[in-house]
């Protein structure tokens, strides 16, 4: 099997054969590819990277070192120039992808990569010839495209190898600017079309964009107060483009392939810097993106106004455990933007106290100046257990994790909370279950000596739909009936992205004395009694009140006030 563009390599079987020997191969693995070759044609090394047994790099290391090929020399290998007429340019440069040799009706594509499969059916449908795609790396086609399409990578596309991707969407100096949406054509490239999405939300103040398929066009909506509003309609065949753009811009590509992909990127207005989280849900129409912009300097003075539904000494408390030097803060809720945003408006207002904050994260949505951020997701070789111990080498004033997910970092945690200050986000849906969790992984040690300061419980529910909605009896803790409204569903509110929500707050305070030690002390009824002494109003309470007043939807709000 040969994967190299000129005639001169061995015969197929010949490459099966010494991937086995230099054992880079399984038996199975040869046999399923060469029965994919059989089925469908093609070369032999693109399906064994399709199917995953192989990557590109380890392909051309193999051909290069031990058949003694320089495969992928496109320059060279595209004789015809005239061939690369066959794609358009800006295709060509959201694809990655360049057209080397037509041979009657089938036309040899170099292609930088596998993660969209869309990829090659559009471009038997744009061309009408069938595809024989050489899987090559992405530096290779890059250099194709520069040659024989006189283009660079967009001068408002800084790629970085290791971090985060920045996307400009204005500067002046490098005369980058959106264009007006009522200049841009059905055929203007997917980057224009960005550009000017992003730049009109950030110009309305919006904070999320869903782009989705509908019909044949894609549907941009912009995320208001009370709903989701469409604003732009692109013709169905820019889909693919965004899907290149933001699978590039935003390394979907890197993820493991699945119904849902999430990543970030840079995004510059001047000298101004936000992040772009950009979700992906696969459906039978193609993909869905919601995206969310974080920005540094308004989640600056987002914390006053997160607090303000806790009552004044609830605040008071909740201070007084942050100011603390030693001991656990923990954050409480299930994920979401709720949580999310709290979290980061926690962690720019008291990130002034410490001379160093240390914050281990899943996945890092918000950069942030003054904070040292390490994404454990994205350290190979080491999970959450290992980056703590190195984290508590360095000696931080103040330990950051978000989240907890097992036993042994949290026993780290504590360990750590006993020295110095932590804070901390575990994904239970309020104190009571937090608490449990902690007794049932055998932390009564900790948590009988006072090292957990408090926690702060963040609720996230679904806002009422105004436009659909019946009443509905729930009980409340006492077994009281309760006059609520729930949604009977509409074209509005059924839509999976188009559901608001609307935070709802907790502290309670913790210490030696007032820590439950028994999985039965720690039911809303009790969690509720503690923050009632503490002065605060427990969490049921205030969600049943917002349910009342016709602002959440009971369907959700029951959980909280029915224990």
Not at 194 to 221: H, K, N, Q, W, Y
Not at 259 to 271: H, K, P, T
Not at 318 to 326: F, G, K, N, S
Not at 495 to 516: M, N
Request: charged letters at 25%; aromatic letters at 6%; one cysteine or more.
């Amino acid at each position: 099997m040969s994967d190299e563009p000129r005639g001169n390599a061995p015969d197929r079987p010949v490459m099966g054969e010494l991937l086995l020997r230099e054992g880079l191969l399984t038996r199975d693995q040869l046999e399923q590819a060469l029965t994919e070759q059989r089925r469908s044609g093609g070369r032999l090394g693109y399906h064994l990277i399709r199917l995953g047994h192989l990557n590109v790099t380890r392909l051309s290391q193999f051909l290069r070192e031990t058949m003694g090929l320089i495969p992928y020399d496109l320059v060279e290998w595209i004789r015809d120039p005239t061939v690369t007429e066959l794609i358009p340019s800006n295709l060509a440069q959201f694809y990655q992808v360049v057209p080397v040799e037509a041979k009657g009706a089938t036309l040899t594509v170099a292609i930088a990569d596998l993660d969209n499969p869309s990829i090659i059916p559009a471009l038997e449908e744009l061309t009408g010839m069938a595809i024989d795609p050489v899987v090559c790396p992405r530096e290779v086609v890059i250099k194709a495209l520069e040659q024989f399409y006189g283009i660079s990578k967009d001068p408002g596309v800084v790629r970085s190898p290791a971090g985060d991707h920045l996307f400009v969407l204005s500067h002046q100096a490098a005369q980058i600017r959106p264009l007006h949406w009522s200049v841009l054509k059905p055929d203007s490239s997917a980057t224009d079309w960005f550009r000017t999405i992003m730049a009109e939300a950030i110009r309305i103040r919006c904070r999320g964009v869903v782009i989705r398929p509908e019909g044949d066009s894609l549907r941009v909506a912009f995320r208001t107060a009370e709903r989701l509003e469409d604003r732009f309609h692109l013709h169905l065949r820019k889909q693919a483009e965004l899907d290149a753009l933001l699978g590039d811009l935003a390394r979907l590509r890197d993820k493991r392939r699945g119904s849902r992909l999430e990543g970030r990127v840079r995004l510059q207005v001047e000298s101004h810097f936000l992040s772009l989280h950009v979700k992906a849900l696969g459906t039978l129409s193609g993909n869905r993106y919601t995206l969310t912009l974080y920005d540094e300097k308004l989640f600056r003075w987002d914390w006053a106004e997160q607090v303000e539904p806790l009552s004044e000494r609830e605040r008071a408390g909740l201070e007084e455990a942050l100011a603390q030097t030693r001991g656990l803060v923990l954050l409480a809720g299930t994920p979401g933007p709720g949580l999310t945003s709290l979290f980061y408006a926690l962690l720019a207002h008291v990130r002034d106290r410490f001379k160093l904050i240390l914050s281990l994260e899943d996945y890092a949505l918000l950069p942030m100046t003054g904070v040292v951020q390490v994404e454990v997701s994205r350290q190979e070789g080491s999970g959450w257990p290992e980056q703590l111990t190195l984290a508590l080498k360095q000696e931080p004033e103040l330990l950051v994790l978000n989240p907890l997910k097992e036993r042994q970092t949290t026993e780290l945690a504590l360990l750590a909370a006993s020295r110095g200050a932590v804070l901390a986000v575990l994904h239970q849906p309020d104190a009571g279950a937090t608490l449990r969790w902690l007794l049932r992984n055998g932390f009564r040690s900790p948590l009988k000596a006072g090292v957990l300061k408090g926690i702060l419980t963040v609720a996230s529910l679904a806002r009422l739909c105004p436009n659909c909605r019946i009443p509905v009896e729930a009980a409340d803790s006492a077994g009281h009936p309760v006059p609520l409204f729930t949604r009977q569903g509409c074209e509005r509110c059924m839509g999976w992205d188009s559901l608001q929500s609307e935070v709802v707050l907790e502290w309670l305070p913790l210490g030696s004395a007032r820590v439950p030690l028994e999985e039965a002390e720690c039911s809303a009824a009790g969690v509720a009694r503690l923050v009632e002494e503490a002065g605060g109003e427990p969490l049921g309470r205030r969600i049943l009140q917002r349910a009342r007043d016709g602002a959440i939807d009971a369907a959700e709000a029951r959980d909280y006030f029915a224990g």
